[in-house]
């Protein structure tokens, strides 16, 4: 029988249960501001490497290399799979396990072998779950992104592609939007499109260039600069995505707090007020007895 005591002990435990959930709340809140002050800070680098290499090849159009070539048969493709580290923040993580398990599912279907690079811990508990052996896995990377915490992911990715080892790689990972909305998104990160490097040319002379090396050294090692930045975006991306779901999932558990705890004492007055009239039913009971 559920007794006075054991309901007002249910709210005190939601009480304390709903400030832990208002502090992550503001915390998250606090590090979503800063996150997203990083995520937009980076992009600017990303844009103008983009914007260099297409200038460039619009005055040296043969100098397309081995990022541009497309394989006649795709036989193994790389899946870089990044998740959040800590849980508490809504349904961003399944998000992205399902468009994973979409498009294992149809990668396997064509004969395709694949290989997983994966960054945060969730992402790893996932693949071993499902048995599921992981390439590289990189966890704990915190709120700040440090670049050379994936400087090894990015030497491999790059070393198997050349070695035709890989003859495709996709990035699956939560795109920043704006505060209301973040998409799981999986994109093609290699090889490139033609369609993919296109970017409007100002003037006549944006596409001119002084340079020293030989240009085709040059173009190689702005594609790899490229390649570290689109990964580096994503990351960025995928941490703002998950404090903005953090907080988010904390408000709402702490609204759904206030709300049973309103249940509860509503109750809880209905089981004392039913308490107080049987002791009054038995002491005027008893009182006519006597």
Excluded: W
């Amino acid at each position: 029988m559920v007794t006075s005591k054991n309901i007002f002990n249910k709210i005190k435990s939601i009480k304390n249960t709903k400030k832990i959930t208002k502090a992550m709340e503001m915390v998250s809140a606090s590090k979503m501001r800063k996150t997203q002050n990083r995520m937009h800070a980076a992009r600017p680098y990303s844009v103008n490497i983009k914007r260099i290499i297409c200038n460039l090849l619009q005055t040296h159009f043969e100098c397309r290399n081995l990022f541009f070539k497309k394989k006649n048969r795709i036989k193994r493709v790389a899946i870089i799979l990044i998740t959040t580290d800590k849980g508490l923040c809504g349904s961003i993580n399944s998000n992205i396990f399902r468009i994973l398990i979409k498009k294992i599912n149809e990668l396997e279907s064509k004969g395709n072998f694949i290989d997983f690079f994966v960054i945060g811990q969730k992402g790893l508990n996932f693949l071993n779950e499902i048995n599921i052996k992981t390439k590289l896995c990189i966890t704990q990377i915190g709120d700040i992104l440090y670049f050379n915490k994936l400087t090894n992911l990015i030497k491999i990715l790059v070393k198997d592609y050349k070695n035709n080892l890989i003859d495709s790689i996709y990035i699956i990972y939560t795109k920043f939007i704006n505060t209301l909305q973040q998409k799981a998104t999986i994109s093609k990160l290699l090889p490139f499109s033609d369609k993919y490097l296109t970017f409007p040319i100002k003037n006549k002379y944006s596409s001119y260039y002084i340079y020293e090396t030989n240009i085709l050294v040059l173009i190689n090692k702005l594609f790899i600069r490229y390649i570290e930045a689109l990964i580096y975006q994503s990351i960025s991306e995928n941490i703002a995505s998950e404090q903005v779901s953090r907080m988010i999932a904390m408000k709402s558990a702490s609204e759904n707090a206030d709300y049973i705890i309103d249940e509860l004492k509503l109750i809880y007055n209905k089981t004392r007020q039913a308490t107080i009239t049987k002791e009054l039913s038995e002491i005027i009971s008893g009182s006519s007895v006597v």
